[in-house]
């Protein structure tokens, strides 16, 4: 079951050198802005590099301060053992960023909105965006933030359910602090190693890096999935002209430097039985010259991440995804399978 729930876009910046992700407010009945009032900083690419320029994917993470039973516990242990099962790296904890986001979280209960940005003047404001707010909460200035906003505390099952915050939850962050109440969630990550530079949004360099020759996948081997996804339920919508499609299938590479580029040759999914299943293939703009004639310049999508959308629901039952392609001019392939219900 589809909880179509309303969500706002992890704030993620870019530019050319990057897979660009627009940064939405929160959708329709929210009642938040679909782009920013002022766009978020954006990472130009390192000029003398910090050592080290990043690290590898963490396999294990300290003890949360989170009190049991806590919402904020369950949404960082389910990241947690989503991105490790992932191979993308746990995230520590940062109380600082787990009082931007709580600052955040009142804020959009004051003010009845799910967004990133604040307005000055209105109730709860701490900073314009979620940089200025980390800030404001005494974190360091010296890093990249980024959000993703929810008005469900099952916020992380919604991110996974989605395209545009899938990537962002899964990508190369190493910090994270969490709010989780009031029928709101809010989570606030930050890239520190390698950033050179800070600001609102997430560079594409620094932080946990997957090795070159290693790929991360969504859903990922076995997982049981909802095998329906409402596009109008993501802002911004990753399929306009879909009422409803399946669970969306992410497969991604490392892509630091901004001649790496993920192309597709093929992107399938088989579902009980070995039907095909009719899908649409998502690609970022510097992979579409390279990539099957049929795939979809997406222009949200990060370098080195590409998507699998089904244009229908799946039913119940084992699905297999192949994915067929190229990271750099060097070939990968790889078969998986998960359960929808």
Request: with cysteine; aromatic share 8%.
């Amino acid at each position: 079951m589809n909880k179509k729930l309303k969500f706002g876009l992890s704030a993620i910046s870019v530019a050319s050198l990057m897979a660009l992700a627009a940064c939405g407010g929160g959708g329709g009945d929210d009642g938040g802005p679909k782009q920013p009032t002022t766009p978020p900083t954006t990472p130009t690419g390192p000029t003398t590099p910090q050592e080290p320029t990043s690290v590898p994917p963490a396999t294990s993470i300290g003890t949360p301060t989170y009190p049991a039973g806590d919402l904020r516990l369950t949404s960082y242990s389910d990241l947690n053992s989503y991105r490790v099962a992932m191979g993308v790296g746990a995230l520590r904890q940062d109380p600082f960023l787990d009082t931007a986001a709580d600052n955040h979280l009142a804020y959009m209960k004051a003010n009845t909105v799910v967004a990133h940005e604040e307005t000055q003047g209105k109730t709860g404001f701490t900073g314009v965006n979620p940089y200025e707010q980390a800030v404001a909460a005494g974190a360091s200035r010296n890093q990249w933030i980024s959000q993703a906003a929810s008005s469900s505390p099952f916020c992380v099952d919604s991110f996974k359910n989605s395209v545009y915050h899938l990537q962002g939850i899964t990508s190369n962050q190493e910090t994270i602090g969490i709010a989780n109440r009031d029928g709101y969630c809010v989570i606030n990550f930050g890239v520190s190693t390698g950033a050179n530079g800070s600001g609102y949004g997430l560079p594409s360099w620094g932080g946990q890096q997957l090795a070159a020759s290693s790929m991360a996948y969504s859903p990922v081997d076995g997982e049981r999935v909802v095998g329906d996804f409402t596009p109008a339920g993501e802002s911004p919508n990753p399929a306009p002209d879909l009422s409803s499609a399946g669970h969306p299938i992410m497969f991604r590479v490392p892509a630091a430097n901004a001649g790496d580029a993920l192309t597709v040759s093929s992107f399938t999914l088989t579902g009980p039985g070995g039907a095909s299943v009719p899908a649409r293939v998502l690609v970022p703009s510097n992979a579409k010259s390279g990539s099957a004639a049929t795939a979809v310049e997406d222009g949200r999508l990060y370098r080195g991440v590409v998507f699998l959308l089904p244009t229908q629901p799946l039913a119940a039952g084992t699905y297999t995804a192949t994915f067929a392609g190229a990271r750099n001019s060097v070939a990968i392939s790889k078969s998986w399978s998960f359960t929808a219900f």
